[in-house]
């Protein structure tokens, strides 16, 4: 049978379903596009100059990689000329970037951390690209970049794309428009992301694990009970062993849950507590919400369900609860107790 091509998917998907206009699907070969310049930018590592400090701090006080600016200015060029954006945000800028008064504008928003696992990225082990696409309110006001940032302010259940590049022994590119989850792997001889996978599903039940042990002593009662509990195995009350992962790269340790199931979390703990958690809401965990809601899965913060929350800010930071639906649901329940 013919390969289907990221082009034929969302054409043949459009066709059958209805569910994606022409402008989101430039909108997602475009970022595709982008993520697959990204990739070949990785591939080349210490040969093409790319790893290392670029020497400044983003808007969260964080050290910049030199692929962390490169990969947000390939996300900013590929997405500003094609008339399908009214504006984008990223991890790595204060304020929205508004499309440029020589380019026609689109209805939609797009939000990305244009790579993601910065402390893996000079080490060699697998990162990735996260992003979220939203429609742009009618009537909102696009005069500036600090106006723009409340067009950005919808819950992630309104959420129209989301989406994920993983750059590892594979490239992969990992989509949800709402109606499942599908995987590509981009042929690199080809430049060509391919359907590899149709209808993933994260199995309700899982043995492994995925959290930052280091932190454990800043955690709340209810993860230091639930990790407990998973740590004391088969004689333990959950009766069963488990087995923990963790890559530090969320899109890597997602995509282990997408794969084979699992538990990953960055829970709410006091070194975090002033910012609100770790994790980003708007072009992380909303768009991690959303795959993994659209594959069976569950994503709360152990309090409320991720896709419900309402932003109040850009950059707000959430913590994060995902994966095997029964697990997810069992450290909810322990929030609640
Ligand atoms: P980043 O966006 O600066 O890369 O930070 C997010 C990353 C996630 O990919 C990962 O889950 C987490 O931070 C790792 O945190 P830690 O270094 O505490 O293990
Ligand atoms: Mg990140």
Redesign the pocket.
Known sequence: MAQRTLARYLTEEQRTKGLIPADLKFLIEVVARACQAISVAIGKGSLGGVLGEAGSD?V?G?AQKKL?VLSNEILLEANEWGGHLAAMAS?EMDLPHLVPHRFPKGEYLLTF?P??????IDVNVS??TIFSVLKCPEGADLSSPEAAEQAFLQPGSAQVAAGYAVYGPNTLLVLTVGDGVVVFTLDREQGQFILTQENVRIPAETKEF?I?M??QRFWEAPVKRYVDEMVAGKTGPLGKDYNMR????????VHRIMSRGGI?M?PMDEKVRDKGG???LMY?ANPMAFLVEQAGGAATTGRERILDIQPAKLHQRVP?ILGSKVEVERVTGYHAD
């Open positions: 983003n969260q964080e962390d991890e951390d790579l993601d696992g910065s402390s893996n990162i990735g995925a930052n280091s932190n963790w890559i530090a790269s969320m899109v890597a340790d990953f960055y770790k994790l980003r992380e994060v």
